[in-house]
């Protein structure tokens, strides 16, 4: 497919009519691969015409490394969005079907134990809990079995000075304390909730404030907006108060809120592509795009903190270019590839970002599709893209991105303060989503809480028994 | 690699090893072998007195290389370098084969950037993330930790944009290239001023030239359409520019949908709004069908007067 002269010599219009000659390069892809199949089925007949018609006719002729991988990924990816190579049950239209129960079964393997070869994990192992927890929840799992085992397993992981690290004598680190927090969220018992040790976790928070107004993700760790997303989960679901705790280094030079200097941060976080970064300079990346969105959304009504803090109409349109063509699933970055992971990144962008600027502004079929035709492993679990293996990790989100396809939700601020950080609390269910869908009733998974991605009331419960509780915390009042 | 174990080694034997606490049947167990199981034993032992010494840097050298994403034994051993005023030139050799066996990790990047902070120097850094670069020209981390280096040592020089260059010239869809260039030109507003004029133009020469091999990339349009915004100059160049690839009353002639996109935000600035709707109609139903419901949404915008004005 590499075109030889020159095309900045040609005029647009005879590039154009080259452009479009070759421009079926989709096509041709998916023709070669079916040839030797006698006829198509009804439904691959069904999928071809779906994919043309959403295809764009516009195609560079200019070879790249990008372009190269890209058609890569479109051999891999255009058997799954036609035929169903993996031969599962199809639903009625003509889309495999949610493979539950094979799912659930990986989810379970999921959770170990592992094999040495997996020491490699041995920082992440609150991540894998949380990942499987929130998966099978998704299912319709109830994980009332598993409540006992995730406590016991986390009380080993939280660091004496407050915060969850990895594991036993770890160092504490806001991804792990996010995962390990939610993960008890989702077990949602008394236990669960009294093994959190607030009063170090308030003040390991208070360590990780930065003077320019974000948090690192670990003493002397880095800082990007991870450390801030994470943060604020913890703050809003512990219903710990947002001044900074005496010690708090960031004190010194004049902070006394959490919230000091963090829309600015997040501010500068985003990019002149309209999306969001890591840290301010850096490439805009839908993972990030989520943990900044979420942050504004606990910081506030995302009507009032997303509208306040960032280019909305710049985001939304970065936003949608994220969505890969033909294949429907979501990339991460500009000129990057298709990934089951962004289903739930970018994805999970859209209930915050519709509740700041209006509705129905993103393609719910099209992720849909992906996530049933390409992103289902043939034994179970979910992957990045055809010919990757499932794990924990993609088969999370991918779920809680059909979850975001499949459900509309409606922000609403009622009456009555519920103390800081409450913002997240308003969330309702705006029912389903029922215009172009490609699922049936049995594809639906649960419904996500939009910020926390936790079983929605999950959070509600959580935040709510430690509004019960009683605040100490020596030397705040 | 032989198996290394303290349990027979004098020089730790007045360590008591401090076995793994998991509580019973534990989640995401790993049965760890007796070499990690034993040296992370050690290592809890060391951190819980404290103990910042050579015997730590070996021990913690020696866990990296089983487990390299392992961002507890990073940031001791980053604490044990200070303590021992270790010599960090000789850190960085260590690293660089360590970085290069672990390209997607996390931690190897931060640890990296806290050596360089306290040597004061970026000397040799910029050779070697593009050694980094080449086995991945996308890697977030390096790319990100590039940016720190820029910063920290004020290299916005000549030498940088022309590497960059390189690397957009490599392939013109390397979106984190891009955003590098911005980052060296436009980024980060040094000492409060304006990008000279001389400056602005020269990008937007570059980068029209850029789009004419490849109108339908989308890296070098956002790019183009990030200098309009941020120098606030007026679209009617732009405009010009995008008609080469778009002419919304030529519907057969139109091979950039971004281009599409950037008339109709310009005809929607300049109250146009049939254009503009022309515009739209055209990504929402043939250029850019998938995503109709966006294109849509913003041709209601464009009846909404808040938004137009
Ligand atoms: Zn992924």
């Known amino acids: 497919m590499a075109s030889a002269q020159d095309p900045t010599s040609q005029t647009p219009s005879s590039r154009l009519e080259e452009t479009l000659s070759t421009s079926a390069r989709v096509e041709e892809l998916s023709d070669s691969d079916y040839e030797e199949m006698e006829t198509l089925t009804r439904h691959e007949e069904a999928n071809q015409a779906y994919l043309k018609s959403i295809t764009s006719p516009i195609e560079d002729l200019l070879d790249t490394a990008s372009s190269e991988v890209q058609d890569e990924t479109l051999r891999a990816v255009m058997p799954f969005l036609i035929g169903n190579p993996n031969d ?148 809003s679901l512990l219903n710990l108060p947002l001044e900074l705790p005496p010690d708090a280094p960031a004190r010194q030079h004049g902070l006394t809120s959490f919230l000091d200097n963090l829309g600015e941060w997040v501010s500068r976080c985003q990019t002149y592509e309209g999306g969001i970064s890591a840290a301010p300079g850096n490439e805009a990346h839908g993972a990030y795009a989520f943990c900044g969105l979420g942050c504004l959304s606990i910081m506030g009504p995302p009507k009032d903190t997303i509208n306040k803090w960032l280019d909305v109409p710049a985001l939304i349109n970065w936003l949608n270019s994220r969505q890969s063509c033909p294949e429907g699933g979501f990339h991460g970055r500009g ?143 | 690699m032989p198996q290394k174990f303290y349990h027979d080694d004098p020089e730790w034997a007045d360590i008591e090893p401090i076995a793994q606490d998991d509580g019973p ?82 931690q190897i990047w931060h640890h990296r950037q806290t050596i360089i902070e306290k040597l004061g ?35 916005y020089t000549e030498e940088e ?41 020269r990008e937007i020469a570059y980068v029209q030239e850029a789009i004419r091999k490849a109108p339908q990339n989308q890296s070098p349009w956002n790019y183009l359409r990030g200098i309009f915004k941020q120098t606030k100059r007026s679209t009617e160049d732009l405009k010009t520019f995008a008609l080469e690839f778009a002419n919304v009353n030529k519907p057969d002639d139109i091979f950039s949908s971004h281009a599409l996109d950037v008339l109709a935000d310009i005809y929607a600035e300049e109250q146009k709004k049939d254009e503009a709707k022309k515009a739209l109609d055209l990504l929402a139903t043939k250029f850019d069908p998938i995503r109709a419901n966006y294109w849509n949404y913003r041709k209601v915008l464009l009846d909404q007067p808040e938004v137009a004005a």
């Open chain 1, 88 to 235: 599962f049950d199809l639903n009625s239209y003509g889309l495999p079907t949610l493979q539950r129960e094979k799912h659930v079964k990986f989810l379970k393997q999921s959770l170990g134990p592992f094999p040495p070869q997996f020491a490699a994990m041995d920082a992440s192992r609150p991540w894998v809990v949380y990942w499987c927890m929130q998966g099978l929840t998704a299912l319709g799992q109830d994980i009332s079995e598993y409540s006992d085992r995730v406590v016991s397993t986390f009380s080993s992981a939280q660091h004496p000075e407050g915060g969850f690290g990895g594991g036993h004598g770890q160092l504490p680190h806001l991804a792990a304390t996010y995962a390990a927090i939610l993960s008890l969220v989702i077990v949602g018992t008394e236990e669960a909730y009294a093994s959190i040790n607030r009063q170090t976790m308030y003040s390991y928070l208070g360590r990780m404030k930065q003077v320019d107004g974000g948090f690192t993700m670990s003493p002397n760790g880095e800082e990007d907006i991870r450390g801030a997303f994470c943060a604020l989960v913890a703050l």
């Open chain 1, 335 to 477: 000129n990057k590839l298709v990934d089951g992971c962004y289903s739930h990144w970018v994805g999970g962008c859209w209930a915050l970002v519709e509740a700041a600027a209006g509705k129905g502004i993103w393609n719910r079929a099209a992720l849909g599709r992906y996530i049933l035709s390409a992103a289902q492993f043939k034994k179970g679990g979910l992957v990045d893209k055809p010919g990757k293996r499932p794990d924990a990790y993609h088969t999370c989100y991918n779920l809680a991105g059909l979850s975001w396809a499949q459900y509309d939700w409606k922000y609403e601020k009622s009456e009555g303060e519920r103390g800081e950080l409450d913002a997240p609390y308003h969330w309702q269910l705006d029912g389903e989503y029922t215009e172009d869908v490609v699922w049936d009733n049995g594809d639906m998974v649960n419904r996500v809480h939009p910020v926390f991605v936790v079983p929605f009331g999950k959070a509600e419960s959580c935040r709510k028994w430690f509004e019960e509780q009683t605040w100490s915390s020596k030397g705040t009042g």
């Open chain 2, 25 to 106: 049947h534990p989640l995401a167990a790993i049965a760890y072998t007796d070499e990690y199981s034993e040296a992370m034993g050690y290592l809890r032992a060391a951190m819980a007195k404290n103990e910042f010494s050579e015997r730590v840097l070996g021990l913690t050298e020696h866990i990296i290389g089983l487990n390299a994403a392992h961002y507890t034994v990073w940031l001791y051993r980053a604490k044990t370098l200070e303590t021992l005023n270790a010599d960090l030139k000789q850190e960085i050799a260590w690293l660089n084969p360590t970085a290069l066996s672990h390209l997607k990790n996390y």
């Open chain 2, 121 to 155: 120097s970026p000397e040799g850094e910029s050779d070697f993330i593009s050694t980094m670069l080449e086995q991945d020209t996308k890697n977030y981390h390096v790319w990100s930790y590039r940016q720190w280096l820029v910063q920290r040592f004020g290299l």
């Open chain 2, 161 to 201: 944009l022309n590497w960059t260059e390189s690397m957009i010239e490599e392939d013109v869809r390397n979106n984190s290239a891009w955003n590098h260039r911005w980052f060296l030109v436009f980024g980060v507003p040094r000492d409060g001023r304006e990008v000279d004029e001389y400056t602005v133009q």
